[in-house]
């Protein structure tokens, strides 16, 4: 007998099919005299496991980028010019026309290895008598928070200003501001 399930030929006399398991009404005699090639079953999920590759190997990709993705945030370098910009905008908010002011002469004057910078530059702008007004500028900027991704300074004793004509007087302006901090001592928690 051929067993009409896997196609094998089994012993006359057979209940159940002992490649496949089927019962003995699944079974038709053998007439050809030869025993029966057994068909491969057809694979019916090989799509379902091609997508569940696909899948896989998808979602770890995006875990792996997700991972990277956070460590690069923490570790923001920020750039001079970014410091530069910062400070300029600290003095912007004490002008009486910000919208006028031009700035010239900016650098990085000295930095520690907390983070601390002192930047100085030159701005021109109106007063409130519509006069042009120069003024030499002195910043100490604290640090960087790249969580607000916005800079720290103390209002009351980390910005300086003067009359341009005083450049003499710079390295005392910037012993002042490292006066005002704990320069080159790591920044307390607050």
């Not at 379902?48 to 896989?56: E, G, N, Q, V």
């Not at 190997?57 to 923490?74: K, N, R, T």
């Not at 640090?143 to 009351?156: L, P, Q, R, V, W």
Request: proline content about 3%; overall charge negative; glycine content about 8%.
């Amino acid at each position: 007998m051929i067993c009409k399930k896997c196609g094998k030929e089994i012993q006359d006399g057979i209940n159940v099919c002992p490649y496949c398991g089927i019962g003995i009404n699944g079974a038709v005699p053998n007439t050809s005299g030869t025993a029966a090639v057994a068909e491969k079953p057809k694979k019916k999920h090989k799509g379902l496991m091609i997508f569940c590759y696909i899948t896989a190997i998808l979602l770890l990709s995006v875990i792996v980028i997700a991972i990277f993705a956070d460590d690069e945030g923490e570790s923001k370098t920020v750039s001079e010019k970014e410091y530069i910009i910062a400070a300029e905008n600290i003095i912007k908010k004490d002008l009486k026309a910000p919208s006028t002011a031009i700035f010239s002469n900016e650098k990085i004057a000295d930095e520690d290895e907390y983070g601390r910078k002192i930047v100085t530059f030159t701005v021109e702008s109106q007063n409130s008598f519509g006069g042009y007004v120069t003024s030499n500028c002195y910043v100490l900027i604290t640090g960087y928070d790249s969580n607000d991704d916005s800079f720290t300074y103390n209002a009351a004793t980390g910005v300086i200003t003067s009359e341009q004509g005083f450049d003499f007087l710079e390295e005392s302006y910037i012993k002042k501001l490292k006066e005002s901090t704990e320069w080159n001592q790591p920044q307390k928690e607050e």
